[in-house]
């Protein structure tokens, strides 16, 4: 196929639902990080942030957040450094496999969380209202759907 012919073909086509939940989540992604910038916790990066996903850090493995994320073994053990030396959380044995550490948030890092947390909601809400009530309760049970169908097919 000509050079031509791919560039046509390219701009003919739409997005895939992919890259349109990439935009949003990348929306969302910025209002957290505003949200605790604006909170006073300006020793984080939106790296440190991006590791609060639904349910939380609290008695998680580094390694299951590692896979959680999708980032490297390596990568969340130097973000979550960074957040133990700034008194966040601690990485403390797992009672279950001495060998092993979870995490455990500080008080500190509850204030953080729960920040999270509202900034998520607040964006939520900002979805709700460009979406109107009918239309957000679709995208929400439909996200339901999915997340029940797809989580265990996840890594």
Not at 65 to 92: C, F, M, P, W
Not at 119 to 145: D, V
Request: net charge negative; glycine share 10%.
């Amino acid at each position: 196929m000509a050079r031509d012919s791919l560039d046509q073909v390219s701009e003919e086509r739409t997005p895939y639902i992919g890259a349109m939940l990439r935009v949003v989540w990348q929306w969302v992604r910025d209002q957290l990080y505003a949200g605790v910038i604006a909170a006073g916790f300006d020793d984080l990066s939106a790296a440190h942030v991006g590791l609060w996903r639904y349910p939380g850090l609290e008695g998680v493995r580094p390694s299951q957040l590692a896979d959680h994320v999708g980032i490297t073994k390596q990568s969340v053990n130097d973000l979550l450094g960074h957040l133990e030396a700034h008194g966040y959380l601690s990485r403390v044995p797992d009672s279950i496999d001495g060998r092993a550490r979870v995490i455990r948030l500080t008080a500190k890092g509850r204030r953080l969380a729960e920040t999270i947390y509202a900034a998520a909601g607040a964006a939520q809400l900002q979805i709700e209202e460009i979406l109107g009530p009918r239309r957000f309760a679709q995208l929400h049970s439909s996200l339901e759907l999915l997340t029940e169908q797809l989580e265990g097919s996840i890594r």
